[in-house]
């Protein structure tokens, strides 16, 4: 069974960073792409950066690009999102996912999903 545990939310200034980490269990993730979404209060899940494993190819919403980078450590079975510059509008639950193979900018296309971690950014 797939499990994701995520780590390293809190509340922090803007322009300030943070580095969100996903530790993946319960599978070989060599053929798997993992992926950030975030959600704020009353809106949908949205999709913020992914990575295919074994590539490492990477992909990342626009409203992020230039901020945000998605990493992996094979070695430890864990992704990392470092995400500097935040804004006010990054606040929501970070959310870690994982699919077979490639890449999604859909969440409905991920099947696992950790339990989220709460970023604030204050103005």
């Known amino acids: 069974q797939v499990q994701l545990v995520e780590s390293g939310g809190g509340l922090v200034q803007a322009g300030g960073s943070l580095r969100l980490s996903c530790t993946a269990s319960?599978?070989?993730?060599?053929?798997?792409?993992m992926a950030w979404f975030r959600q704020a209060p009353g809106k949908e899940r949205a999709f913020v950066a992914a990575?295919?494993?074994?590539?490492?190819?990477?992909a990342y919403a626009d409203s992020v690009k230039g901020r945000f980078t998605i990493s992996r450590d094979n070695a430890k079975s864990t992704i990392y999102l470092q995400m500097n510059s935040l804004k006010p509008e990054d606040t929501g639950v970070y959310y870690c996912a994982a699919r077979l193979y490639s890449t999604s900018y859909y969440h409905f296309q991920y099947a696992h999903w950790g339990q989220g971690t709460q970023v604030t950014v204050s103005s």
């Open positions: 990575i295919n494993w074994s590539s490492g190819s990477t």
């Open positions: 319960g599978r070989t993730f060599s053929s798997y792409a």
